[in-house]
């Protein structure tokens, strides 16, 4: 079936560590998403990248980085410069080359720092 | 100036009444915009996306769509306490991949 995963689900990362989030999608989409989520919150972007080995910072980037070696993946990593890890992380895609198309997202992954 | 604004809410409805959901943005060369539903602890889904002016049904759900006052809602009819959820609105500015989503609007149906 066709879709985004986002793995793992449920991630525990000690503090000064990096951790790195995986986005995988085929669905054969050249936009991708990045964005955190805070309890009752809405969703704050993070990076977002529209072809392959080209991303962009959203709202949000200082403290996370990312790379786009493949169409398909879009992983994000969580330095241990970014002070507040503690979120739910949703990756999106998005078929980059029309203009009224919509975003679809992963299931998330809930980052924990203890 | 926040990009895209929601009242935050908590908007209680009884059950069987008219959800009028509310969005402003503020970039005029925004082309696309989104309503999308979330229940707590899940990823959004998408309910609606609308593209020009006028509106946009689908069963019982509407999306108006007004740029010259810069603002888009969503209108859920014969509401139900399955739709109980936060409501994300989303905007794309034309040519440019960015979405943006406002901060959602929890909705409470009360039986």
């Known amino acids: 079936d066709g879709g985004i995963t986002q793995s793992p689900k449920y991630l525990f990362r000690k503090e000064g560590q990096n951790v790195t989030l995986s986005c995988e999608q085929n669905?054969?989409?050249?936009?991708m998403y990045w964005y955190r989520q805070d309890p009752g919150q809405g969703l704050r972007l993070i990076y977002y990248?529209?072809?392959?080995?080209?991303?962009q910072k959203g709202d949000i980037a200082e403290g996370y980085s990312v790379s786009r070696e493949k169409k398909e993946s879009f992983p994000l990593t969580v330095t241990s410069a970014q002070k507040n890890p503690t979120a739910f992380y949703l990756c999106?895609?998005?078929?980059?080359?029309?203009?009224?198309?919509?975003?679809?997202f992963g299931q998330g992954t809930r980052l924990t720092v203890v | 100036q926040k990009e895209v604004e929601q009242n935050s809410g908590p908007l209680s409805v009884p059950e069987g009444a008219i959800a009028s959901l509310n969005c402003t943005y503020s970039d005029r060369g925004s082309q696309s915009f989104f309503w999308y539903r979330q229940y707590s602890g899940k990823s959004p889904e998408l309910i609606m996306s609308?593209?020009?002016?006028g509106d946009k049904e689908d069963g019982r759900f509407t999306a108006q769509l007004n740029k010259a006052s810069q603002y888009v809602s969503l209108l859920i009819r014969d509401s139900q306490p399955s739709d109980s959820a936060t409501y994300l609105c989303a905007v794309k500015v034309g040519g440019y991949q960015k979405v943006t989503f406002g901060t959602g609007t929890k909705l409470q149906v009360i039986p």
């Open positions: 609308i593209y020009s002016n």
């Open positions: 999106a895609s998005r078929p980059g080359q029309a203009v009224n198309t919509e975003a679809f």
């Open positions: 669905l054969n989409h050249d936009a």
């Open positions: 990248s529209q072809i392959v080995n080209d991303f």
